[in-house]
T-cell receptor, first 112, second 110 residues
Framework: GAVVSQHPSRVICKSGTSVKIECRSL??????MFWYRQFPKQSLMLMAT?????????EQGVEKDKFLINHASLTLSTLTVTSAHPEDSSFYIC????????FGPGTRLLVL | SQQGEEDPQALSIQEGENATMNCSYK?????LQWYRQNSGRGLVHLIL?????REKHSGRLRVTLDTSKKSSSLLITASRAADTASYFC??????????FGGGTRLMVKP
């Protein structure tokens, strides 16, 4: 099946710093990728839809200036959490769309 | 926003018993999918059932879909301790955008 990777798998950073998370489709091209956020013991909430070569579409309540998304190629989308704060600590999961969505293993972000 | 609601939120059973989880949704769908997530890990796709299908099987998994009631169920038969995880339903629209339910945390005791 299709494989999606995320890097890093875990990151700890100081408050105020920016963190970049990469999502790669390893064996297929994806014009559309999705970014989700999951707080402990909760479900996945869609943050934004990342489209190759165009601007991302953000869900209501998600600040586009805080969560910068770049989808520069058909196999890579990046999510940058800018000026991270402790409340941004969460599990971030990406997926890449083919006929269905294939999910990455997630990135756990802890902001101190 | 979450479309699906799952019931129960948590389920604890003994190994060998069957586990049933239910999912309800509100709008029309293209398909409904079930995923499994071990603690702190990514999602594992279990099964997809299309809107014109009523029942689907995969190994020890049985999924039903009732579009008139906008509900689906996931049955895991002869559960094992290794089935302990969170299970999520997700509805897909025509563009394959997924909306996840709240999840059911399943604990299978050995």
């Amino acid at each position: 099946g299709a494989v999606v990777s995320q890097h890093p798998s875990r990151v700890i950073c100081k408050s105020g710093t920016s963190v970049k998370i990469e999502c790669r489709s390893l064996d297929f091209q994806a014009t559309t990728m999705f970014w989700y956020r999951q707080f402990p013991k909760q479900s996945l909430m869609l943050m934004a839809t990342s489209n190759e070569g165009s601007k991302a579409t953000y869900e209501q309540g998600v600040e586009k200036d805080k969560f910068l998304i770049n989808h520069a190629s058909l196999t890579l989308s990046t999510l940058t959490v800018t000026s991270a704060h402790p409340e941004d600590s969460s599990f971030y999961i990406c997926s890449a769309k083919q006929e269905t969505q294939y999910f990455g293993p997630g990135t756990r972000l802890l902001v101190l | 926003s979450q479309q699906g609601e799952e019931d129960p939120q948590a389920l604890s059973i003994q190994e060998g018993e069957n586990a049933t989880m239910n999912c309800s949704y509100k709008t029309s769908i293209n398909n409904l999918q079930w995923y499994r997530q071990n603690s702190g890990r990514g999602l594992v796709h279990l099964i997809l059932i299309r809107s014109n299908e009523r029942e689907k099987h995969s190994g020890r998994l049985r999924v039903t879909l009732d579009t008139s009631k906008k509900s689906s169920s996931l049955l895991i038969t002869a559960s094992r301790a290794a089935d302990t995880a969170s299970y999520f339903c997700a509805t897909a629209n025509a563009g394959n955008m997924l909306t996840f339910g709240g999840g059911t945390r399943l604990m299978v005791k050995p």
